[in-house]
């Protein structure tokens, strides 16, 4: 009853979210989640190989060329952290989907 989901159909399917969240996607499109979520596994301590694996990168030396590149991390930061500017009050939750209860101390 379904069609097979193509690789134009989730990138389509990424960036309608992305832009939803607000990501400028005339700067970051559907493919620059590979390298985020590279970066977010490596952040975790996970070690490459096993990024790699989760990835479904067959081919170590292109992994490595592609998203390794020993800087690059700290540049994208930069380059982030100008879009994106988090805050939230003390108690309050940025999420809207994460429940959060407050408790007085006793």
Known sequence: PFTALTSNTIAGLTRRELQRLGVPTDVFGPHTTRGAFVEFFR???????????????????AFSKHYLRVGASGEAKS???????????????????VPHTHQEPV
Not at 43 to 61: C, F, H, K, Y
Not at 79 to 97: E, I, R
């Open 43 to 61: 952040s975790l301590g996970l070690p490459d190989a096993v990024v790699a694996t989760i990835g479904q990168w067959e081919n170590m030396q």
């Open 79 to 97: 380059a982030l952290d100008t879009f994106f500017v988090h805050t939230t009050s003390p108690g309050v939750v940025s999420d809207g989907d």
